[in-house]
């Protein structure tokens, strides 16, 4: 194993790394880096360089996927991957998803060129947020073969579409076949952070992950009559907004009476968005999660009942369409013990939990067994530029996945592993 002054160094780096990418970005003064923008080129290239001195050949895929492969014992051995996404939301931290990526390219360095029994490839996904399209994880879509001609025709705000965007960033849409999972693969790795204040709370550095919350998003549209605001009586009024206010404290109210569920309105707009008209539109958004995906659907339902219930009464009409529909998710039982083996190794406690925030390992898991581990989030704080990591923690986390990568490298159950992708 790596020195304990080694790990500190290499845990610095990456926290260093992490603040470096967060520089390049679409927004002066902070960090917004969408799905195939040109500072993504940017990133792609500073990752290159660090990937390349670690000993693996990088290339980037027809979904704009980095991914960089550092060879096993023999040219036919299986592939674990370890990645996470380099898309971020707008106004961003500098830790989410490129921490996982990062991490990755540590651990390589850590190896110092020792070859295991299977490949490693590190993967930064192109699009996990879905911001740009609207649509989440068109990166690791692409290594499931789940980038059809409905989502490749997604436009953004500028009209262009994803295929569009795919061959400005001088990529080929007809090679995303090649983008896909290819022989045996034996599992994936995320390693991210929390986004949630529960491992603070516990005093924990790191976590388990045990499954990944269903999630639904819906985008609902009340339609009234718009009209002065002075001269119609209060009871002639067909009020769009109020009716969407009145749903959204329903969306609140639902959410705190179905125990584990969260549920956000994090979208409103509202026409002719005038301070003396009555807003005869609404259009609101509705972001829902669980961890059971019947608990999750039974209440997008009842949601929209209530919807109709209100613009009924109101004089309103109502009309809802799906934008996602994410099954719960179960992580990888063998990885999830290993993961708890290596994190005791480290000197802590395995805490199991359930990812509330969607993650590319939701989508690598229809095809190939995946696990994550969680790191604190001083403050639960994510999505914004007070996101921070303990150096410690990154410490710990890297000491972690070289117990799991030294665990894998000595497991017959593991490398016996029959999954092809």
Known sequence: MIR????????????????????????????CRSFLSAPMKDCHRE??????????????????????????????????LIGSHLDTVPN???????LGVVLGVALLQSLDGRRLPFSIEIIGFSDEEGVRFGTPFIGSRALVG?????????RD??????????????????????????????????????????????GRPLGVVEGIAAQIRMQFEFSGRTNHAGTTPMHLRHDAVAGAAEWILAVESMARSQPGSVATVGQVEAKPGAINAISGFARVSLDLRHSSQ????????????????IAGRRGLRVKRCELLRQNAVKMDAFLIHEIEAAVRKVGCEP???????GHDAMILAEKVPSAMIFLRSPGGVSHDPAESVNVDDVTKALECGLHLLQQLAESSEFQGRTCRA
């Not at 789940?146 to 997604?154: F, I, N, Q, V």
């Not at 019947?294 to 219930?309: F, P």
């Not at 805490?351 to 925030?357: D, F, N, P």
């Open 157 to 202: 705000a500028t009209g262009t579409t994803v295929r569009e965007a795919l061959v400005a960033f001088g990529l080929r849409p007809a090679e995303l076949p090649r983008a896909a999972l290819s022989g045996k693969v034996l599992g994936y790795l995320e390693f991210h952070i929390e986004q949630g204040p529960v491992l603070e709370s516990l």
């Open 294 to 309: 019947e608990i999750c659907a039974s209440v997008a339902g009842e949601l929209a009942r209530q919807a109709e219930e």
């Open 47 to 80: 990752l290159s360089e660090w990937l390349t001195a670690a000993g693996a050949t990088v290339g980037v895929d027809a979904a704009g996927n980095l991914r960089a492969l550092y060879a096993g014992t023999s040219s036919s051995a299986p592939g674990l």
């Open 351 to 357: 805490h199991r939990m359930v990812s509330g925030a």
């Open 92 to 98: 961003a931290g500098a830790y989410d998803g490129v």
């Open 146 to 154: 789940r980038l059809d001609d409905a989502l490749l025709s997604c």
């Open 4 to 31: 304990p002054t080694a790990l500190t160094s290499l845990a610095d780096e990456a926290v260093a790394r992490c603040v470096r990418l967060a520089r390049l970005s679409e927004e002066a003064g902070g960090t």
